[in-house]
């Protein structure tokens, strides 16, 4: 008699006594389809956070909410992730919401997607931001300063957070993120630069709030400058929102596919 829950093993050995139609394979025992990995795209601002206003008036919400909405269809259309964005409409979302949706949805990856502006209108091009303490130049001190300033709307801040777990293994986590974060960055300002102009030294660091996920690789792109007259009226068009789209769309299906992102997935 057959037991209620045949295991493979058992079904192995009861083949040799079994008629083949008896043998095909229960539902139950084939390998589940593996779940493509997440990417978390986070349009900057958004609701009563307009976050910069372009030389001619432009708001950087709704620059930085037609990028991602056009990157999350060139990555869905790939067919080799699932992309979700941390908001999905003009509404303000404090930072750490942004951090803390990541986290709760295991996301592989997160990408931030901004247009800022600076009190220097000659300053234009893209360029790509990871986390560190200090900040690789004072203008990226500015830039997460001032990126840093839309909890001034509202909302739970980090500074309500407990310190972070002094282990052995946060640390170790920490150090594979940033790596993964450091991976990301890169393969961003290759795939940018072959389509957009890039701020000199486009690789930057600083302590921006919304990529402190300690276990999630965090990018924030600058797609261009909202001070900057000619970024602007490039970041207006569809046309030039496509061709950034696709150059984030590229590294991050790159970043996706290589080995450093398969070995930190395994461990
Ligand atoms: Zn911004």
Known sequence: MLPAHPTRRGLILLGAALPLAALAKPATLRRPA????LVMLDPGHGGKDPGAIGYSGTYEKHVAFAAATEVHR????????????????DVFIPLAERVGHAQ????????????????????RGASVYTLSDTASDAQSAALAQRENSADRFGGPSFHDQPPAIANILASLVR????????????????????DTNLLPNP???????????????????????MSNPLDEAALRTATHRALVAAAMSRA??????????????VS
């Open 203 to 225: 690789d930057r660091h600083a302590h921006f709030m919304v990529l402190r996920a300690a276990d999630v690789p965090s990018v924030l792109v600058e797609m261009g400058f």
């Open 175 to 194: 150090q594979e993120t940033r790596a993964g974060s450091a991976q990301l960055a890169r393969t961003l300002v290759s795939s940018l630069g072959h």
């Open 104 to 123: 709760r949805r295991a996301a592989a990856l997160f990408v931030s997607i901004h247009a800022d502006a600076l009190p220097i209108p000659g300053v």
């Open 252 to 265: 991050v299906q790159s970043y996706l596919a290589s080995p450093g992102h398969a070995a930190r997935t």
């Open 74 to 89: 060139q990555l869905a259309a790939s067919q080799l992730c699932r992309v979700e964005m941390t908001r999905s409409r």
């Open 34 to 37: 593996p779940t493509l990995p």
